[in-house]
C-alpha cells in the first residue's frame, strides 16, 4: 500500500497522460499514481464503436466546455469538447493517425527548443506505435504505407479497420483530387503531409474497436503494483512543500476530491505531472500559484510563481463543412484526406495572400498583444509570426486540410485551417476549481484565418462540382446556392464560414514549449519555468499547430518526456 504517498503524481489519465504512467511506471521500483476525472470506458459502444465518431458528444465523458462569445465571429459562443474519461479525448476523438510536416517541429528548435525537431521526434512517434500493416485486400483499396516511418513494437494500434471503403470509391475522390492539382501521397506520416491520402487511425483491427491510450498504455500493464489508478476523481491543485531550502518552489502532491466525493491529499516525492489537457492544465497551474500575478490577485490566489504566459498563446482551428447530396449510397469506413499547400488553394492568387499578408504581420502582432491585455509582446510575436508566415509561404507546408465522407446517398467534405495566426487564452474565473474557465480562441480574429477558410470552401465546391464526380454528386445542401451562390462575394462566403463554423477541438500551446522570453511556461524538458518538480505533460506544450491531427504528436511528445524524467533520476 502506498500510503497515498508516491515517487510521481499524474493529473489526468488521458492521451499524454497514460504514457507517461505507462513509461514511469515500467521501473517496480517507481511508485506512479494516475488521477483522472472520469472513469473506465472499455465496455462504452460510444467509444469502442469504430463508425461511432460524435456517439460521445453531449454524453458525460465529454467535457463539452463552452468558448467565451467569439467577437470575430458574431458573437456567438462554441461548444469545445474534450474527453473525460481514462484514455481522455483520445476515446471521443475522430481517430486519425497524422503526424506533422517536417518544417513545422523543425521550427519548434527555433523556439528555443534545442533538441527538439523532426529527426528527434521520429523515433519517439515510431516508440508509441504498433503499425498493422494493411492486409492485401486494404491495399488493393487504397492503404498504403512506407514501412520505414512506422513503428511497429509500440504500443498503439495503428492501422486501417475491416471496413475499409471498395476501390471504385477511392479511385473516385483520387481523380477528383487530381483535378485540382493534388498529388497521390501514399504515406502521409513520414513528414511530408501535402497530397490526397488514405489515413491511418488508431485502431485495433482484430478486435474492431477505437485503440485509445486506456486501451494502448494503460490496460495491457493495468496490474502493476506499483501504478495506482484513482478515477472519478477531480484535482484541484499542486500543493508545495513549505519545508524545502530550495530557492525555487517545490510541489509536494495535490489535492483533490476522489470517487466519494471527500476532499483528499496525495504526496508526490518526486514530481508532480499536468497531464490534464490544453483547456485544464494551466487552469491547474493558475489555481496553485503559478500564472500572471494580476489574474492570480484578483482570485486571492498566492503568487507562487509569476509566469504571465500561462493559458495565453491558445490556438485552435475552425472546421467548416461542405455537403451533397448524391445518386449513391456509400458504406464503411471514409478515411479520405486530402492535404493542400497555400499554391493549391489560391493558385495565382497566391502572390496577391503572401503580399498582403506579409504587410499584416505587424498589425497581427498588434492586434494580438492588444487582446492579450499587454501581456504578449509585440516583438516577439512579429518574431513567432514571421516563423509562422514562412512555414506558409516559403515552406508551403500545407495550409488546408479537406476530408471526403462518402454516406448514404450523400458526400460531405469536412474543411480546416491547419495554420490559423489568431491566439486566444483560457483562464480561472475564481479560485474555486470547479467554476468553468475562461475560454477564447478569437477565431477569426487574423484576416487571413478566415481568407484561408473562404479558399478553402470554394475548393470544396470545386471539388464537389470535378467531372470525376459529377455523375455522383446531385445538389449543394450546405452551404447551399441560396445563401451562397456561384459567384457569391467574399463577404457572403464570410457571413457562411461564420454562420456554420465550429471548433476543431486542436487547442494547443497554453503552457508552450518556448524560450521563456517568448512566452514559454516550460522548457525543453516540459519542466515549468521557476518550479523545481512540476512538469506539462500534454498538448498544452505544442508551441505552433501541427498539419495533422493531434494525437500521432502527443504520444510522441510524451514519449520523448518520459526519457527526460528517467534520465533526470536514473
Ligand atoms: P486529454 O487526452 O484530453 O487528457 C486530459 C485528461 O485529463 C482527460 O482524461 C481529463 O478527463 C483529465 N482531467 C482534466 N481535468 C482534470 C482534473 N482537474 N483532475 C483530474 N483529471 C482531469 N486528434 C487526432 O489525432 N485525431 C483525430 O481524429 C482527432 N479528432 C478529434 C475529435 C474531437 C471531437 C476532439 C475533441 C479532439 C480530436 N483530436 C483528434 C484531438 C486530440 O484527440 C487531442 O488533442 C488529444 O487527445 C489531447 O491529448 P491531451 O493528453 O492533451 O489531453
Given at each position: 500500500?502506498?500510503?497515498g504517498v ?37 465496455d462504452?459502444?460510444n ?9 460521445s ?11 467565451a ?22 476515446t ?25 525537431n ?7 512517434y515510431k ?7 494493411p ?6 483499396n487504397g492503404?498504403?504505407y ?19 471503403l ?9 481523380a ?20 490526397f491520402?488514405?489515413?491511418p ?10 485503440e485509445?491510450a ?5 490496460l ?11 478515477t ?10 513549505e519545508?524545502s531550502?530550495?530557492s525555487?518552489p ?10 466519494a466525493g ?21 487552469l ?10 494580476a489574474?492570480?490577485e484578483?482570485?486571492?490566489?498566492d ?21 451533397y ?10 478515411d ?5 499547400s497555400?499554391g493549391?488553394i ?11 499578408v ?53 458526400m460531405?467534405f469536412?474543411?480546416?485551417g ?13 479560485n ?11 477565431y ?33 445542401l450546405?452551404?447551399?446556392l ?13 457571413q ?19 524560450a ?7 522548457d ?12 506539462v ?5 505544442i ?12 504520444y510522441?511528445i ?6 527526460a524524467?528517467?534520465?533526470r533520476?536514473y
Amino acid at each position: 500500500d502506498s500510503g497515498g504517498v508516491y515517487d510521481f503524481v499524474i493529473v489526468g489519465g488521458g492521451t499524454a497522460g497514460l504514457v507517461i504512467a505507462n513509461r514511469l511506471s515500467e521501473n517496480s521500483y517507481t511508485s506512479v499514481a494516475v488521477i483522472e476525472a472520469g472513469d473506465l470506458v472499455f465496455d462504452n459502444k460510444n467509444v469502442t464503436d469504430v463508425y461511432g465518431y460524435g456517439l460521445s458528444f453531449g454524453t458525460d465523458i465529454d467535457w463539452q466546455y463552452e468558448s467565451a462569445p467569439q467577437a470575430y465571429a458574431g458573437n456567438k459562443t462554441q461548444t469545445l469538447r474534450a474527453g473525460k474519461a481514462l484514455g481522455g479525448t483520445s476515446t471521443i476523438n475522430g481517430m486519425a493517425y497524422l503526424r506533422a510536416q517536417k518544417a513545422q517541429i523543425n521550427a519548434w528548435e527555433h523556439l528555443g527548443n534545442v533538441g527538439w525537431n523532426w529527426e528527434s521526434l521520429l523515433p519517439f512517434y515510431k516508440r508509441s506505435e504498433r503499425f498493422q500493416i494493411p492486409t492485401e485486400d486494404q491495399c488493393l483499396n487504397g492503404a498504403a504505407y512506407d514501412i520505414e516511418v512506422h513503428g511497429t513494437t509500440g504500443p498503439l494500434k495503428t492501422g486501417w479497420n475491416t471496413g475499409l471503403l471498395g476501390k471504385s470509391v477511392t479511385s473516385l475522390i483520387n481523380a477528383t483530387y487530381t483535378s485540382l492539382g493534388l498529388p497521390y501521397r501514399a504515406e502521409s506520416n513520414g513528414g511530408d503531409m501535402r497530397g490526397f491520402t488514405r489515413y491511418p487511425a488508431t485502431v485495433d483491427r482484430e478486435l474492431n474497436v477505437r485503440e485509445d491510450a486506456g486501451r494502448a498504455y494503460y490496460l495491457p500493464i493495468q496490474n502493476r503494483t506499483n501504478l495506482d489508478l484513482y478515477t472519478n476523481s477531480f484535482v484541484q491543485r499542486i500543493t508545495w512543500d513549505e519545508t524545502s531550502t530550495n530557492s525555487t518552489p517545490r510541489a509536494d502532491g495535490v489535492q483533490f476530491t476522489d470517487s466519494a466525493g471527500k476532499r483528499r491529499t496525495i504526496s508526490a516525492k518526486k514530481e508532480v505531472i499536468l497531464s490534464a489537457g490544453a483547456l485544464r492544465s494551466p487552469l491547474i497551474l493558475e489555481l496553485s500559484g503559478i500564472g500572471n500575478p494580476a489574474i492570480l490577485e484578483q482570485h486571492g490566489i498566492d503568487v507562487k510563481v509569476d509566469l504571465p504566459f500561462v493559458g495565453e498563446n491558445l490556438q485552435d482551428q475552425t472546421t467548416g463543412a461542405g455537403v451533397y447530396s448524391s445518386n449513391t449510397s456509400f458504406s464503411g469506413t471514409a478515411d479520405y484526406v486530402g492535404h493542400f499547400s497555400v499554391g493549391d488553394i489560391f493558385g495565382n492568387d497566391t502572390y496577391d495572400l503572401n503580399c498582403t499578408v506579409r504587410d499584416s504581420l505587424l498589425q497581427y502582432a498588434a492586434t494580438v498583444v492588444e487582446a492579450s491585455g499587454g501581456i504578449l509582446d509585440q516583438k516577439v510575436m512579429e518574431k513567432l509570426f514571421m516563423i509562422h508566415y514562412d512555414l506558409i509561404f516559403k515552406d508551403q507546408i500545407p495550409i488546408s486540410e479537406i476530408l471526403v465522407s462518402p454516406g448514404e446517398n450523400q458526400m460531405a467534405f469536412s474543411y480546416w485551417g491547419l495554420l490559423p495566426f489568431s491566439r486566444g487564452n483560457v483562464h480561472i474565473q475564481s479560485n474555486n476549481s470547479t467554476t468553468p474557465a475562461a475560454i477564447n480562441p478569437n477565431y477569426f480574429q487574423l484576416d487571413y484565418d478566415l481568407k484561408q477558410q473562404i479558399g478553402t470552401a470554394k475548393a470544396v465546391r470545386k471539388l464537389a462540382g470535378s467531372e470525376a464526380l459529377c455523375d455522383v454528386v446531385t445538389e449543394e445542401l450546405s452551404p447551399g446556392l441560396q445563401s451562397v451562390p456561384l459567384n457569391a462575394s467574399n463577404e457572403t462566403w464570410a457571413q457562411a464560414i461564420k454562420d456554420g463554423y465550429r471548433s476543431n477541438y486542436h487547442y494547443i500551446a497554453t503552457a508552450a514549449m518556448m524560450a521563456q522570453d517568448l512566452g514559454g511556461v516550460v522548457d525543453t524538458d516540459l519542466l515549468v519555468y521557476g518550479v523545481d518538480n512540476v512538469r506539462v505533460i500534454d498538448a498544452s506544450v505544442i508551441p505552433f499547430q501541427v498539419c495533422g491531427h493531434l494525437t500521432a504528436t502527443v504520444y510522441a511528445i510524451a514519449e520523448k518526456a518520459a526519457d527526460a524524467i528517467k534520465s533526470r533520476y536514473y
